[in-house]
């Protein structure tokens, strides 16, 4: 018996290996040929030089675009973004948590349309609202604000679902109102989690609004695309070395408040 187990397990484990390289297999079939041109050096070689010999005048300029601007513009459209998809995200995040709501279709309901949500990228939603209201940074916002609210509402709502309810029964045993209950013993324990939630999904949006100026959503992407097709390498240069630079001192603020709130 122990032997035919041990054989139905290297089967079943073979069985798994060979379809994982035959997908494997079929989706690099699907690949083009990789071809190199002859200009590919060339370009290699203006882009390297202009990273490492970057355009300074364009970091301020107190006449015109320059780089501080198009950054800020950026984290301003990641920080409305946000925000916008907080708020929106609380309701759901409850109505979609079986341990608060206790009519099935009601949380069926709500977890469908965080499901959906999700579907749509963010580049794809930018492009809605561009069609929408026009390209700018409003669009950018719409974009990063609707479209975090599924990831925002699924993952809150998981963490309502893991919280324990006997802080909440023993206030109900103590005559207390479901307002109360809800304000004193599910929202506190909620609280630190939702709030390490939108600090990651600021990072995210932050580096998604850093993409979004390139289909005209506003943001630094804007000013990379057209320094891109012109070729202008010592401005796409410093345009990256900015992002690289804010996007960092980003992510270490928020690993510090992320680790204090958890």
């Not at 998604?208 to 891109?228: E, N, S, Y």
């Not at 410093?238 to 992002?243: D, H, Y």
Request: hydrophobic share 55%; glycine share 10%.
């Amino acid at each position: 018996m122990k032997n035919h187990g041990k054989t139905f397990i290297y089967t079943r484990r073979m069985m798994i290996i060979s379809v994982v390289v035959l997908i494997y297999i079929w989706a690099f079939t699907g690949l083009p040929l990789v071809e190199i041109k002859e200009t590919s050096s060339e370009v290699f070689s203006a882009i390297m030089a202009g990273i490492f010999h970057p355009d300074w005048d364009y970091v301020y300029d107190p006449g015109g675009e320059d780089l501080l601007r198009s950054l800020l513009d950026t984290l301003a459209i990641a920080l409305l973004g946000t925000f916008i998809s907080a708020i929106l995200s609380i309701p759901f995040s409850f109505m979609a948590a079986g341990n608060i709501v206790k009519t099935r279709t009601t949380v069926r309901t709500s977890k469908f349309i965080l499901s959906f949500i999700r579907v749509f990228p963010d580049i794809v939603l930018a492009l809605l609202f561009i069609k929408a209201v026009g390209p700018g940074p409003f669009a950018g916002v719409l974009a990063l604000g609707i479209g975090a609210v599924g990831m925002l509402g699924k993952l809150t709502s998981e963490s309502v679902e893991g919280i324990d309810l006997s802080a909440r029964e023993a206030l109900i045993a103590t005559g207390g109102n479901p307002i109360k209950t809800f304000m004193f013993a599910v929202v506190p324990q909620v609280l630190p989690n939702f709030f390490s939630f939108i600090l990651y999904r600021f990072e995210v949006n932050l580096r998604a609004a850093t993409i979004l100026g390139v289909i005209g959503a506003g943001g630094i992407g804007t000013p990379l695309i057209f320094a891109l097709s012109v070729r202008d390498w010592e401005r796409v240069g410093i345009i990256l070395l900015g992002i690289i630079v804010m996007v960092t001192m980003i992510d270490a603020i928020s690993g510090k408040i992320r680790s204090r709130l958890i």
